[in-house]
């Protein structure tokens, strides 16, 4: 398995751009989420999926889209960047917690890099 | 070094020594504890985890330590190693069924000196 990806690794964009940070995972995990680390900061939710269709806002959702239309795929829109929005991305998966199981690790990709001009 | 290392509290530690980092949590309902470790330019890698109806467990020369009296989290490494260099920071997992939520801590910069 490859786990979580992210593409691309770098991206440079000027304020008012729009751009796609694409994120797959191939261990048919149900749970996808974003996330934005900046310095300090620790890592923020952003949004979130529990499965194909359903997604829901994490704790800094403005500025940003999601769409889950398929398991394996999350990607995150920004559609008018920001310098605010200028930070490290990372993508994260995890099995669904529905069966009450408490221990759900989450996998986190390897980041996107993204500075806004 | 990467900038998210910029403004976390520190622990410097000589290889060999155990190190200990600590973490407060926030949310007394918070039922799942998790510890990662990321090193520079990665992403996050899931080190050892707790429940909340636990107090210590144990892992392959790591072991968490639960304080629910005044929800405070610590992480023991033993006989640190020079790739133990990382900043370490801890999760608290609240909420029911498939919408849970993950809220992480801002991070501790563990340097092993040689």
């Known amino acids: 398995n490859a786990g979580v990806t992210q593409t691309p690794k770098f991206q440079v964009l000027k304020t008012g751009q729009s751009m796609t940070l694409q994120c797959a995972q191939d261990?048919?995990?149900?749970?996808m989420s974003w996330y934005r680390q900046d310095p300090g900061m620790g890592l923020r939710l952003i949004h979130y999926?529990?499965?194909?269709?359903?997604?829901d806002q994490g704790e800094v959702p403005n500025g940003y889209n999601v769409s889950r239309s398929t398991t394996e795929d999350f990607p995150l829109r920004l559609l008018s960047a920001a310098p605010s929005q200028t930070s490290v991305y990372f993508c994260?998966?995890?099995?669904?917690?529905?069966?009450?199981?408490?221990?759900?690790?989450?996998?986190f990709g390897p980041g996107t890099r993204l500075t806004v001009l | 070094g990467e900038s998210v290392g910029l403004h976390l509290p520190t622990l410097s530690v000589q290889e060999g020594d155990n190190s200990i980092i600590n973490c407060a949590y926030s949310?007394?309902?918070?039922?799942?504890f998790i510890w990662y470790k990321q090193e520079s330019g990665k992403g996050p890698q899931f080190i050892i985890d707790?429940?909340?109806?636990?107090d210590k467990r144990q892992g392959q020369r790591v072991t968490v330590l639960l304080n629910k009296t005044v929800k405070h989290l610590s992480l023991q490494i033993a006989a640190t190693q020079p790739g133990d260099s990382a900043v370490y920071f801890c999760?608290?997992?609240f909420g029911g069924g498939s919408n849970y939520k993950l809220t992480f801590g801002k991070g501790t910069l563990l340097t092993v000196n040689p």
């Open positions: 261990m048919n995990h149900e749970y």
């Open positions: 949310n007394s309902a918070s039922d799942y």
């Open positions: 994260a998966s995890s099995y669904s917690a529905m069966s009450g199981d408490l221990t759900d690790t989450q996998y």
């Open positions: 999926s529990v499965g194909a269709g359903i997604t």
């Open positions: 999760a608290e997992k």
């Open positions: 707790i429940r909340s109806n636990m």
